[in-house]
T-cell receptor, first 113, second 114 residues
Framework: EAQVTQNPRYLITVTGKKLTVTCSQN?????MSWYRQDPGLGLRQIYY???????DKGDVPEGYKVSRKEKRNFPLILESPSPNQTSLYFC????????????FGPGTRLTVL | AQSVAQPEDQVNVAEGNPLTVKCTYS??????LFWYVQYPNRGLQFLLK??????LVKGSYGFEAEFNKSQTSFHLKKPSALVSDSALYFC????????????FGSGTRLLVRP
């Protein structure tokens, strides 16, 4: 089944404790992206990647890191999480053309205490 | 700066009536336009998109959207709403020629009452 998977689905952590949210897709997509969803703000793009070793900042990259060492994986790293990073996070992927729609993962609900 | 506006936080409609969820954008050139839907506790699902050509785009679940270049709008429509259409709807835009960045609106909650 074609899908985007994220792990963990739920995470409660404390301020400053490094964490990684994994994202993997099995559709051989070039483009992958991370978003955060907050009430009243919609989805805001954190980082995106057009292909292996090619990443770029979205609208809210501060406090996040990403890497794209393999085509199928695009982990999101919070090196020192803070409470304002409490949010619902989505990973998405698509083929490489700009007109392609994105396939979304199920989401990761992160709470930083 | 690029932006997408969904002016209504919530749209209420009776089952069987037509529905419209509004979206306007501010992006240079002729962007690609998308609509996504999010059901409770789920990820986003693609509904439809505008690339070029006919201004009326048909998508999944009976939804359609009308692209209006002069008004920079891309309103989502459905002739007859179902209770099962109740969900959160997002409009998104991407520039055609430069950035791969995707800008989402703030979302509109659609509530279809029986």
């Amino acid at each position: 089944e074609a899908q985007v998977t994220q792990n963990p689905r739920y995470l409660i952590t404390v301020t400053g404790k490094k964490l990684t949210v994994t994202c993997s897709q099995n559709m051989n997509h070039e483009y992958m992206s991370w978003y955060r969803q907050d009430p009243g703000l919609g989805l805001r793009q954190i980082y995106y990647s057009m292909n292996v070793e090619v990443t770029d900042k979205g609208d809210v990259p501060e406090g996040y890191k990403v890497s794209r060492k393999e085509k199928r994986n695009f982990p999101l790293i919070l090196e020192s999480p803070s409470p304002n990073q409490t949010s619902l996070y989505f990973c998405a992927s698509s083929p490489g053309q700009r007109y392609n729609e994105q396939f979304f993962g199920p989401g990761t609900r992160l709470t930083v205490l | 700066a690029q932006s997408v506006a969904q002016p209504e936080d919530q749209v209420n409609v009776a089952e069987g009536n037509p529905l419209t969820v509004k979206c306007t954008y501010s992006v240079s050139g002729n962007p690609y336009l998308f609509w996504y839907v999010q059901y409770p506790n789920r990820g986003l699902q693609f509904l439809l998109k505008y690339i070029t050509g006919d201004n009326l785009v048909k998508g999944s679940y009976g939804f359609e959207a009308e692209f209006n270049k002069s008004q920079t709008s891309f309103h989502l429509k459905k002739p007859s709403a179902l209770v099962s259409d109740s969900a959160l709807y997002f409009c998104a835009v991407r520039e055609r020629d430069s950035s791969y960045k995707l800008i989402f609106g703030s979302g509109t909650r659609l509530l279809v009452r029986p």
